[in-house]
């Protein structure tokens, strides 16, 4: 079977991998640097088994990568859309332009194909689009990945989604089934609206689940209070469990901040009241503006003028930084008119958005007053005592 897949991100790679194991694929992308180190066996983004993989799906001659829209959809059953789709504040809506001017070019060159939504869509999506289009050959499936774990998540499914209740969603899952290595895996199937929603209000939670650990840890932090004690004591009740509760700066990435902002905006657009749902969104905001006036404190406790920023990227084994939370606490010291200064080896450029990085540690660590870190590392073991972060688990979860 031939399955198109457009777009080569996290979702759109990681997908065409798993898929790749039993089926010819063709991944699309508008970048020809993507497509050519993908063509390489080289993986475009950080993620230990998409680079382990993706060097066999090539050599196999199961996966191949295009920018040539003709060769990715011409005979394919499925095509599967993993375009980015970021929140946009102006309309508050995702801006899904890239997916529709996907199912305008299937429709144009092979009507017949099974369209699949893998990007992340406001509630309500497909049943417009089906309209939109006059086509009925559209479904949404979720996606429930991390950064850096995104084919190992492909290949170890929490449950498998799908927004249609009939043969060929059924057909679908079964393809997913087949490259996973996790076959005990919980298969649902729901109208396409209630798939929609099950993506956000499960991010949503995931969002709520980290401003409350970090609110708990604003009050430790104000209080003088062992945050790490309360976090344990409270987690050994199993309904709230020892896991996803390592303190941040707040929630960024890929997903929470963009899906937080649009599940908000589907209740306003509906009308219907709610309080955590938009409290969830300002308790992030509030997160990050206190540990921007820790910071400052602490810069003061070391009579220092520079802050160092230690990594953007919001964990290890991910080379993301969008809408990172560093970056806005960023924002507010300089705002005061702190100096900052970066060490961040993904980037390969000498200044970031105005700020001076540093591609050598050592000389990053002596020029820094004071050290801000996410997640601690070891490369910053050495001077622990001018390092802030509220990382008490050592984790990235």
């Given at each position: 079977?031939?399955i198109?897949?457009?777009?080569?991100?996290?979702?759109?790679?990681?997908?065409g991998?798993?898929?790749?194991q039993n089926?010819?694929v063709?991944?699309l992308?508008?970048i020809?640097e993507k497509?050519?180190?993908?063509?390489?066996?080289?993986?475009p983004i950080?993620d230990?088994e998409i680079s382990?993989?993706?060097?066999k799906?090539?050599?196999?001659?199961n996966?191949k990568?295009?920018t040539?829209?003709?060769?990715?959809?011409?005979?394919?059953?499925?095509v599967?859309?993993?375009t980015?789709t970021?929140y946009?504040?102006?309309?508050d809506?995702?801006?899904?332009?890239?997916?529709?001017?996907?199912i305008?070019?299937v429709l144009a060159?092979n009507p017949d194909?099974?369209?699949?939504?893998?990007s992340?869509?406001p509630?309500?999506?497909v049943?417009?689009?089906r309209e939109?289009f006059?086509?009925?050959?559209l479904?949404f499936?979720p996606?429930?990945l991390?950064?850096g774990k995104?084919?190992?998540?492909?290949?170890h499914p929490?449950?498998?989604?799908v927004?249609?209740?009939?043969?060929?969603?059924k057909?679908?899952?079964?393809?997913?089934l087949?490259?996973?290595?996790?076959?005990d895996?919980?298969?649902?199937?729901?109208?396409?609206?209630e798939?929609?929603?099950?993506k956000?209000f499960?991010n949503?939670?995931?969002?709520?689940?980290?401003?409350?650990f970090n609110e708990?840890?604003?009050y430790?932090?104000?209080?003088n209070?062992?945050?790490?004690d309360?976090?344990q004591?409270?987690g050994h009740?199993?309904r709230i469990?020892?896991?996803?509760n390592n303190?941040?700066?707040g929630?960024?990435?890929y997903c929470?901040p963009?899906d937080?902002k649009q599940?908000?905006a589907?209740?306003?657009t509906?009308?219907v009241?709610?309080?955590?749902i938009?409290?969830?969104?300002?308790?992030?905001?509030l997160?990050?503006?206190?540990m921007?006036k820790q910071?400052?404190?602490?810069?003061?406790?070391?009579n220092?003028?520079?802050v160092g920023i230690?990594?953007?990227?919001?964990?290890?084994?991910?080379d993301?930084f969008?809408?990172?939370a560093i970056?806005?606490?960023?924002?507010?010291?300089e705002?005061e008119?702190i100096?900052?200064?970066i060490?961040?080896?993904?980037?390969?450029q000498s200044?970031?958005e105005?700020?001076?990085?540093y591609?050598?540690?050592?000389t990053?660590?002596?020029?820094s007053s004071?050290?801000?870190a996410?997640r601690?590392?070891e490369?910053?073991v050495?001077?622990?005592?001018?390092?802030?972060?509220?990382?008490i688990?050592?984790s990235d979860?």
């Amino acid at each position: 079977m031939k399955i198109a897949i457009a777009g080569t991100g996290y979702v759109g790679l990681s997908n065409g991998i798993l898929l790749a194991q039993n089926n010819e694929v063709v991944a699309l992308d508008i970048i020809p640097e993507k497509v050519s180190l993908i063509n390489q066996g080289k993986s475009p983004i950080d993620d230990a088994e998409i680079s382990e993989y993706l060097p066999k799906m090539i050599t196999s001659g199961n996966l191949k990568a295009t920018t040539d829209k003709h060769e990715a959809y011409t005979n394919a059953t499925f095509v599967i859309i993993a375009t980015p789709t970021d929140y946009d504040p102006l309309t508050d809506y995702f801006n899904t332009k890239s997916i529709e001017a996907v199912i305008q070019d299937v429709l144009a060159i092979n009507p017949d194909a099974l369209m699949v939504i893998k990007s992340t869509i406001p509630v309500g999506y497909v049943v417009q689009m089906r309209e939109k289009f006059n086509t009925t050959n559209l479904l949404f499936s979720p996606e429930f990945l991390r950064e850096g774990k995104a084919l190992y998540d492909n290949l170890h499914p929490s449950r498998i989604i799908v927004g249609e209740k009939s043969q060929r969603a059924k057909s679908f899952a079964q393809l997913l089934l087949e490259g996973a290595i996790k076959k005990d895996v919980p298969v649902l199937f729901t109208d396409p609206t209630e798939a929609e929603a099950i993506k956000l209000f499960a991010n949503n939670y995931l969002a709520m689940r980290v401003a409350y650990f970090n609110e708990l840890d604003s009050y430790a932090l104000a209080n003088n209070l062992n945050a790490q004690d309360i976090i344990q004591g409270i987690g050994h009740d199993p309904r709230i469990g020892l896991h996803y509760n390592n303190p941040s700066f707040g929630y960024g990435g890929y997903c929470l901040p963009k899906d937080t902002k649009q599940l908000l905006a589907n209740y306003k657009t509906a009308n219907v009241p709610n309080a955590i749902i938009e409290a969830i969104v300002h308790s992030n905001t509030l997160r990050k503006e206190f540990m921007a006036k820790q910071i400052m404190q602490q810069l003061l406790v070391q009579n220092g003028s520079t802050v160092g920023i230690y990594r953007l990227i919001m964990k290890e084994g991910s080379d993301n930084f969008r809408s990172s939370a560093i970056e806005d606490i960023i924002n507010y010291l300089e705002a005061e008119d702190i100096e900052v200064i970066i060490y961040e080896p993904v980037l390969h450029q000498s200044t970031h958005e105005g700020l001076q990085v540093y591609q050598d540690l050592q000389t990053f660590k002596d020029k820094s007053s004071i050290i801000v870190a996410n997640r601690l590392s070891e490369d910053i073991v050495d001077v622990q005592d001018k390092v802030f972060t509220r990382d008490i688990f050592n984790s990235d979860a």
